[in-house]
């Protein structure tokens, strides 16, 4: 069972370069969320989606943008990288509202 | 907004001994799900307990429990009987009811150390 899978696992970027996070899940979960962990700050959720075609911020949406692309898919976008974007992305998914979240198993990401 | 505050950076506990874990939260909602979830070295995010809010009882599975005080918007977590895999970051977290995504925030976490 894969469960939530992210790529790419690792990645390091230039400021101003664009990338894309993808992340897929084979659970045929409706919500879908974007998460960034740094230290002392715990995870803070950039974008989330409640259902396919619907996507809405989350506490850290500024520098990125989102798409569902599917059911299945959900990818993250940074559009113009800086280094305050240095970080670790997880990527989760849920089904309804009483149930706990799938996490990916995450990308580092050092924006230099 | 729901806020979930950790104020404790670091714990230490020696195996075999108890420790509590902190967390309280801010929320308006009267109905929600609060969980823990725990981070080893390796990244990955493992639930560790659940505990709806509806449910007076406090939640536990097996070493593993909760005192939940909904009045002063507070919930630990128990480790008993500690065991040196339990070493790793703890996340307490918050899950709105309402519509819209079932959204989930998180606390600043704590790291729990173990000692043999």
């Known amino acids: 069972n894969a469960g939530v899978t992210q790529t790419p696992k690792f990645q390091v970027l230039k400021t101003g370069q664009s990338m894309t996070l993808q992340c897929a899940q084979d659970m045929n979960h409706n919500s879908m969320y974007w998460y960034r962990q740094d230290p002392g700050m715990g995870l803070r959720l950039i974008y989330y989606?409640?259902?396919?075609?619907?996507?809405d911020k989350g506490e850290v949406p500024n520098g990125y943008n989102v798409s569902r692309l599917n059911k299945r898919e959900f990818s993250l976008r940074l559009e113009s990288a800086a280094p305050s974007q240095t970080s670790v992305y997880f990527c989760a998914s849920s089904e309804g509202d009483r149930w706990k979240l799938f996490f990916g198993s995450g990308t580092q990401l050092s924006v230099l | 907004a729901q806020t979930v505050t950790q104020s404790q950076p670091e714990m230490s506990v020696q195996e075999a001994e108890t420790v509590t874990l902190s967390c309280t939260y801010d929320t308006s909602e009267s109905d929600y799900y609060l969980f823990w979830y725990k981070q080893p070295p390796s990244r990955q995010m493992i639930l560790v307990i659940r505990?709806?809010?509806?449910?007076?009882q406090n939640a536990t599975e097996n070493r593993f429990s909760v005192n939940f005080q909904k009045a002063a918007k507070s919930f630990s977590l128990k480790i008993s009987d500690s065991q040196l895999g339990d070493a790793a970051m703890y996340f307490c977290a918050y899950r709105t009811r309402n519509t819209g995504g079932f959204k989930t925030i998180f606390g600043a976490g704590t790291r729990l150390f173990v000692k043999a």
């Open positions: 989606s409640a259902s396919e075609g619907t996507t």
């Open positions: 505990q709806e809010a509806y449910k007076q």
